[in-house]
């Protein structure tokens, strides 16, 4: 009798949990960001056929529409975590691709293995950003052990990506077949070319581990993801400033984490998101080094308390005292106390985290200063930016998208003159020219890369300013080499 009543009354009690929400549910307000929940294959299909991608050549199947439902549909909210990452590592994967001479759309197979979490470990114990295995790692010049694990370093391990990558896309010679190889190793690969009696990586695919088979599928999805995101309603979620703009320094002597604490008072939190590597929370000493990353607006204090307790110096400071007040308040935290206000004029094709990287602030506080909405600032829209007075920033004539680049590209940039006359000597015969026709957005960066050729050249003879991105169906003359 006593289980008849308790069958009972879980039976009510599963029907009443069934019943409740369509009892109790309000009438859904209207979303316009609120995501499809079908995605319409034809323009997905359109899109990727369109996309143009030095690692793959995108392709439409049943893997990757999963990927892509699972990125644009199901699991948007991560989606946007990962996509506001990308301002924290993207700009460090940049250069070390860029100084590896690889395709900068190597970048997106972090988010595939380890979805931009520098503390990712996976079932078989691969680490970090780049999921490296222990001995790959130290084979790579990583550092692992139980104080150090480089696998986290971002700057490092990112190096070390780049160089494994190298070596991968030469033993194939196919940059599909490569990163198939990241996955598995190489020696999979090569059976699986082997049994399969084929040389390219869909051919050998059904010959491929499961993860592996799925491997490129995947990077294809991300790589939309990252080109077509905001055609989706997906918001970046953007890391705080302090996560965004930071310095790194090589340090050589012991420095503890409680050390800069005391130093900054910066929380220890955010000491070790920064610096994960150090698993006793501590950078040992080296004769090769550490990288410790820091806000930009601490590491000045940091570097001075270091260079004073070098081993070769006499007159060391005293070990720091604790600074009390370890949460800034917001118009302390904001910059540097003293700012000049500035009004900046949207141009075709800058986004704000292109103003974010050009004047050194973040997207969240330029958002802040003008109130902007969901919208995206039109063409001609004026933006308020506030900059230290101390800050000394580039020609924002010339800058423009470029604030996109790499780093060490950009310095590059920055050092070319546009100067002398623009026009074409008119001894210059007309074949002595070749002919460009743009079929995507480029830049004149990607245009003087596939010819050879210095862009300055280029603007002079078609008389067009460097921060020109060119739409497809422009035809550009290039003089032969």
């Known amino acids: 009798m006593e289980s008849s009543r308790q069958i009972y009354s879980l039976t009510a009690l599963l029907i009443f949990f069934l019943v409740s929400p369509l009892l109790f549910a309000k009438t ?79 970048k997106a197979l972090s988010i595939v293995e380890s979805a931009l979490s520098n503390r990712a470990v996976s079932r078989v114990g691969a680490m970090g950003l780049w999921q490296f295995m222990a001995p790959t790692a130290r084979e790579l010049g990583l550092r692992v052990d139980e ?35 990241y996955n598995s190793g190489s020696g999979r690969v090569v059976r699986a070319m082997k049994r399969g009696r084929g040389t390219s990586y869909w051919d050998i695919r059904p010959d491929l581990p499961r993860e592996t088979s799925n491997y490129v599928p995947a990077f294809i999805a991300v790589s939309y993801l990252l080109e077509y995101y905001d055609e989706h309603g997906l918001n970046p979620q953007y890391p705080i400033e302090e996560y965004m703009l930071t310095t790194t320094k090589l340090v050589h002597q012991d420095l503890s984490f409680e050390q800069i604490q005391k130093l900054t008072g910066l929380d220890l939190e955010k000491i070790e998101f ?62 540097y106390h003293n ?34 909405g969901a919208e995206k600032p039109k063409v001609g829209e004026k933006i308020t930016i506030l900059v230290p007075k101390n800050f000394e920033r580039p020609k924002v004539e010339r800058l423009g998208l470029l604030a996109r680049l790499p780093a060490e590209r950009l310095k590059t940039v920055l050092a070319i003159k546009l100067e002398g006359n623009n026009k074409v000597p008119e001894t210059v015969k007309a074949e002595d020219f070749l002919y460009h026709t743009t079929n995507r957005l480029e830049s004149i960066f990607d245009i003087a890369a596939k010819y050879k050729v210095d862009p300055q050249a280029i603007l002079k003879l078609n008389e067009l300013p460097l921060t020109k991105v060119f739409k497809p169906g422009v035809k550009l003359k290039i003089k032969k080499l």
Do not use: C
């Open 28 to 106: 859904p307000t209207p979303n316009p960001t609120t995501p499809p929940e079908e995605i319409d294959e034809d323009l997905l299909i359109r899109r990727l056929q369109s996309m143009e991608n030095r690692v793959v050549k995108p392709r439409y199947d049943i893997v990757v529409k999963g990927y892509l439902n699972t990125y644009l549909v199901r699991g948007r909210a991560r989606t946007e975590e990962i996509l506001g990452k990308r301002f924290i590592y993207f700009p460090i994967f940049e250069d070390a691709l860029f100084s590896a001479e690889l395709p900068d759309e190597l």
């Open 147 to 181: 104080v150090v694990d480089e696998r986290r370093d971002a700057r490092r391990a990112s190096a070390a990506a780049a160089v494994y990558l190298k070596k991968l896309h030469k033993q194939f010679s196919d940059w599909e077949l490569a990163i198939a190889a």
């Open 274 to 335: 920064l610096n994960p590597a150090f698993n006793l929370k501590k950078i040992p000493a080296s004769d090769k080094g550490y990288n410790l990353t820091l806000p930009t607006k601490y590491m000045e204090k940091v570097s001075a308390w270091l260079d004073a307790n070098r081993p070769d110096t006499e007159d060391k400071l005293a070990e720091p005292t604790p600074i009390i007040t370890l949460a800034p308040k917001p118009k302390e935290v904001d910059a």
């Open 339 to 372: 700012f000049d206000e500035i009004t900046h004029e949207m141009a075709q094709g800058e986004t704000l985290e292109a103003l974010g990287q050009l004047y050194a602030t973040s997207v969240g506080k330029i958002v802040e200063w003008n109130k902007l």
